[in-house]
């Protein structure tokens, strides 16, 4: 990437949920036997708006929690690794968003979520002027596209993300535990989103629900067909499966001994952003399939560095951290 390289980082802007999420420190119990548990700051897009950050890039969040000690602490936490956070907005009328999570003795969770202030964004809770002042967008939906104000904000700001020009980035973020009996919704709008991103992130899982397709070339080409430009097929400990150019190949992770998975493929998607806020005119740049499988295999590092570590921001690397195991 050296000829694509400028001396500022562009802002990366992410769109999404911030919320509180409790994990259960019991092991092999439901939520009603649960007695310990452990806050910690949740939200996929807020994830790769930290990756970026901890890695030295310039990112932003938006989005919504309430006026409430919680949503105190979950900016705080942004802040404490330097994510811009002036376009998060305060809710006096709803308390902020959580989810309480346990893991039961037959490897399920058991999961709860009280939604609240995050499904109160709209798009007049961010200006025009400072989505113009990112060059990439990046739209994280775990909660945003359950419906609800947030739900027609998102699309909304998508668009007008489109006609600014802006680099899109998409990451679906299915959870079964949220959608339960409504996967086809889920399908529905997901496809909308993977049809005006330029790049696209999503897990085997995902893909198969998604395309409709079990074969992971076929799938990713119907995404592709959807209007995706670039598609990465997290596999694990397999490594990514990366489409573009009317190319694919399967990038190799490292080998690792996994504490805890929880955000890695934030990271995953953070160090991409990281790497393309680096370069001038992304939209233009038509970046060669080599130089986009050194970008994944970079963010295949800091995806398994995170899963090395128990947490999803606690875990996050710097650069430094990233460079002295590639060296190693």
């Known amino acids: 990437m050296e000829q694509e390289r400028t001396s500022n980082h562009q802002q990366v ?10 994990y259960c420190r019991d092991i092999g119990v439901n939520l009603a036997q649960g007695m310990n548990f452990m806050k910690q700051a949740g939200g996929a ?5 930290s990756a970026v950050s901890r890695l030295g890039g310039k990112s932003a969040f938006a989005g919504k929690v309430g006026d409430d000690p919680f949503g105190d602490f979950l900016i705080q936490t942004l802040q404490d690794v330097s994510v811009n ?4 907005a305060r809710d006096s009328s709803a308390r902020t968003t959580m989810a309480f999570v346990s893991l039961q003795t037959d490897g399920e969770r058991d999961f709860l979520f009280n939604r609240g202030a995050d499904g109160n964004f709209t798009a007049s809770d961010l200006p025009m002027e400072k989505l113009r002042e990112a060059a990439i967008v990046h739209f994280g939906s775990a909660t945003a596209m359950l419906g609800g104000a947030y739900l027609d904000a998102y699309f909304d700001l998508m668009e ?5 020009k802006r680099f899109i980035s998409f990451d679906p973020n299915y959870r079964s535990s949220l959608w339960a009996e409504r996967t086809e919704k889920f399908n529905q709008l997901a496809r909308k989103g993977i049809a005006r991103a330029d790049f696209v992130k999503v897990s085997e899982e995902e893909l198969r629900l998604i395309s409709g397709c079990a074969d992971i070339n076929k799938g990713v080409q ?7 430009k670039v598609i990465a ?12 150019k009317n190319q694919t190949a399967v990038i190799p992770s490292i080998r690792i001994v996994a504490i805890d998975s929880t955000g890695a493929g934030d990271a995953f998607v953070g160090a991409i952003l990281y790497q393309l806020a680096q370069i001038d ?23 398994a560095i995170v899963c ?13 951290e990233v460079m002295h195991m590639q060296e190693s």
């Open 281 to 303: 005119r992304l939209n233009d740049a038509k970046l060669s399939f080599s130089k986009w499988e050194a970008i994944v295999r970079f963010a295949n590092l800091v995806g």
């Open 45 to 49: 897009p807020a994830n790769v708006a």
């Open 85 to 88: 956070t002036e376009l998060i």
């Open 13 to 22: 802007l992410c769109i999404g949920e911030l919320l509180i999420d409790f």
């Open 233 to 244: 097929v997290t596999l694990g400990k397999q490594g990514t499966f990366l489409s573009c």
């Open 160 to 164: 007008k993300a489109r006609k600014e």
């Open 308 to 320: 090395t570590k128990v947490g999803a921001i606690a875990a996050l690397p710097s650069l430094e």
């Open 222 to 228: 119907e995404l592709h067909r959807l209007g995706a």
